[in-house]
């Protein structure tokens, strides 16, 4: 979890810096390329939620029980 908190914090940096652009007046080109690293980076971390939500229902108990698996899919599609 440690790596994901550190990668959404970067990109809570990030996003500050396109506000800061667009504020500034900076080359469209310039804040969508930084817009999309933002948009990259807090989608990995999503799927790094799930990733992990996954292995914690695969190594707890008995597995994952129909219920775990359609949550973690609906959470899965909905960053798709």
């Given at each position: 979890?440690?790596?994901?908190?550190?990668?959404?914090?970067?990109?809570?940096?990030?996003?500050?810096?396109?506000?800061?652009?667009?504020?500034?007046?900076?080359?469209?080109?310039?804040?969508?390329?930084?817009?999309?690293?933002?948009?990259?980076?807090?989608?990995?971390?999503?799927?790094?939620?799930?990733?992990?939500?996954?292995?914690?229902?695969?190594?707890?108990?008995?597995?994952?029980?129909?219920?775990?698996?359609?949550?973690?899919?609906?959470?899965?599609?909905a960053l798709?």
């Amino acid at each position: 979890m440690k790596a994901i908190i550190l990668r959404m914090k970067r990109a809570h940096g990030h996003l500050g810096s396109v506000i800061k652009m667009l504020e500034e007046g900076s080359e469209c080109e310039d804040v969508l390329t930084q817009l999309a690293a933002v948009n990259k980076a807090l989608s990995r971390s999503g799927f790094a939620i799930v990733s992990t939500g996954l292995q914690h229902c695969l190594t707890d108990g008995d597995g994952p029980s129909e219920a775990d698996i359609a949550k973690m899919e609906k959470l899965f599609l909905a960053l798709a």
